[in-house]
């Protein structure tokens, strides 16, 4: 079962992600022309609620690595999967990056005059993986993902809780898409709502060996580390906050059926 999730998320994930980041390489290499930043989170969330479509019966839907680690903590999933979905997510989006600087290598040699740089007018790193606006401190970019991602586990246990007012399955990856584009276009200024380590390291990676080097990580103080730890905080946060505020007040179905025909026996 461990290789048929690997290879389930491998799949997903480089669905997934190459929707994503071939918007933002559109938009970038087009100057504009291609789209703006409309068509960036339109793009995520196309790629997934297909992604939610395609994997949801293998592996749970499961393309972040962040909800994984925190179904881990909770106990719902073993070790021996988490580690399978973790890789399987890892290679996904690594080769969806590859895939992604394949099909725009051209246009970003021309856009680029050949130096593939994380700043300066002709940057491209930031096609792939997610950088901080010039103008935001660490603080203020660790808060941006913590509570974005906050807003995306409480938006995901909201559409799939069957103790609550649960959406059907065939419509919940499309609401999952529906809430990534909701963060994008509400979120995304500080930081570009990276949300999810699987999204935002493995491009990183693959940049630093395609050409970009080194300076993908060092780049605005290492910021690289806080999209993988603030989406993984926000995470346990979230389901926190839902337990505490929806859950735990929540009676599971059959429990209120059950109560409502002991009421009935009595007053019979």
Not at 31 to 49: D, M, R
Not at 123 to 150: D, H, K, R, W
Request: contains cysteine; hydrophobic residues 45%; glycine residues 12%.
């Amino acid at each position: 079962t461990a290789i048929r999730i690997l290879l389930t998320l491998l799949f997903v994930l480089l669905l997934t992600q190459v929707f994503g980041l071939s918007s933002v390489a559109q938009v970038v290499l087009g100057k504009g022309n291609n789209g703006q930043y409309l068509s960036i989170n339109l793009a995520f969330g196309i790629g997934v609620t297909l992604g939610i479509y395609a994997s949801g019966g293998v592996s749970g839907a499961h393309l972040n690595a962040a909800i994984t680690i925190t179904q881990c903590i909770l106990g719902n999933i073993s070790g021996k999967t988490l580690v399978a979905y973790i890789i399987g997510q890892f290679l996904g989006s690594f080769m969806a990056a590859a895939t992604v600087f394949a099909m725009y290598y051209d246009a970003i040699y021309e856009y680029t005059n050949g130096s593939l740089t994380v700043s300066g007018p002709t940057a491209t790193a930031m096609i792939f993986s997610t950088y901080p606006a010039p103008n935001v401190s660490l603080q203020g970019a660790f808060f941006t993902e913590f509570t974005a991602t906050v807003m995306l586990i409480l938006g995901v246990l909201v559409i799939h809780d069957e103790k609550n007012n649960a959406a059907i399955k065939g419509a919940q990856p499309m609401l999952t898409g529906m809430l990534v584009l909701g963060i994008g276009l509400g979120m995304g200024l500080n930081t570009g709502y990276a949300i999810n380590p699987s999204r935002d390291l493995p491009p990183r990676i693959f940049t630093a060996i395609a050409g970009w080097g080194t300076d993908v990580f060092t780049a605005d103080h290492s910021w690289w580390w806080i999209p993988v730890t603030a989406p993984i905080l926000g995470c346990l946060a979230g389901v926190l906050i839902y337990k505490l505020c929806i859950d735990f007040h929540n009676h599971p179905a059959h429990e209120t059926e059950n109560e409502k025909e002991q009421a009935g026996m009595e007053t019979s």
